[in-house]
């Protein structure tokens, strides 16, 4: 580029997403194009609009819209959590994030998710179709300016992007109402309703079930129920939610 120079830093929160010339407190230079947008110049230099809290020119508020010019003093803050957001907090998740799909689920949290790799414009089209916050550890998928909103998934471990979801968003939590398979809503069923899809043995062993109102799956308390109780337990503790550990249907079913 060949336009004026400025001044930008970035919080540490965001150190992720720049180079590492660009980390000191103080700010790197930075040399613009002269009409870009400063939101532009911060994605270009790594950082997606998603992550960005609050800019900062001459330590007062700075909109992404403006042009910078030569001699700006820019500081590029990380969100505020918890992140308020413009409607529910419902998400939608990429196809390398199903773990997280599935847990979420399991607190009652909304979560659409695609099992196959539908492409970025799509799932873009989706967020700003549905209204829902995309989740996602693509960078260049949050880049994308349809996204109804986004968020970057800072962990690859399971637990640890669940915790960040529920302490960046604060959703509502309802255990055991959501289906895991397909995001669909459970309500509670008879014996006689889930029959077909019981293990050998279960009808002799439960006697809670329940059914998801959009797939039909049933669900019962199983073998990896401790394990769900301590993943309910934790995020309650976390964030709050309407139900007990343990309350209501409980939903290891299938698998």
């Not at 609009?49 to 819209?65: H, I, K, N, R, S």
């Not at 996204?147 to 690859?156: D, M, P, Q, T």
């Amino acid at each position: 580029m060949d336009g004026p120079e400025i001044i930008i830093s970035f919080a540490p929160e965001l150190h992720l997403f720049v180079a590492a010339a660009r980390r000191a407190a103080e700010g790197a230079a930075v040399r613009t194009d002269g009409s870009s947008t400063l939101g532009h110049v911060v994605e270009s230099l790594g950082v997606p609009l998603t992550e960005v809290g609050g800019l900062t020119l001459a330590a007062a508020p700075c909109d992404t819209g403006y042009v910078p010019v030569a001699g700006d003093r820019v500081h590029v803050s990380p969100v505020v959590r918890p992140q308020a957001l413009p409607g529910p907090a419902r998400f939608l998740l990429d196809v390398h994030l199903g773990t997280l799909a599935r847990r979420l689920r399991l607190l009652g949290v909304d979560a659409a998710y695609e099992r196959l790799d539908i492409g970025d414009a799509a799932l873009a089209a989706q967020s700003a179709r549905e209204q829902r916050v995309m989740l996602s550890r693509d960078r260049g998928l949050l880049h994308r300016r349809e996204l109804w909103a986004g968020a970057y998934v800072y962990s690859h471990r399971p637990e640890e992007q669940l915790t960040d979801v529920l302490e960046r968003f604060a959703p509502p939590l309802a255990p055991w109402t959501r289906c895991t398979a397909c995001n669909g809503e459970l309500r509670p069923a008879t014996l006689d309703e889930v029959r077909p899809q019981l293990r050998e043995g279960t009808e002799r062993s439960y006697d809670t079930f329940a059914r998801c109102t959009a797939c039909g799956r049933a669900y019962w308390r199983g073998a990896h129920q401790d394990g769900l109780n301590d993943i309910v337990a934790d995020a309650l503790r976390l964030v709050g939610g309407s139900g007990e550990p343990g309350a209501g249907v409980r939903g290891s079913g299938q698998g």
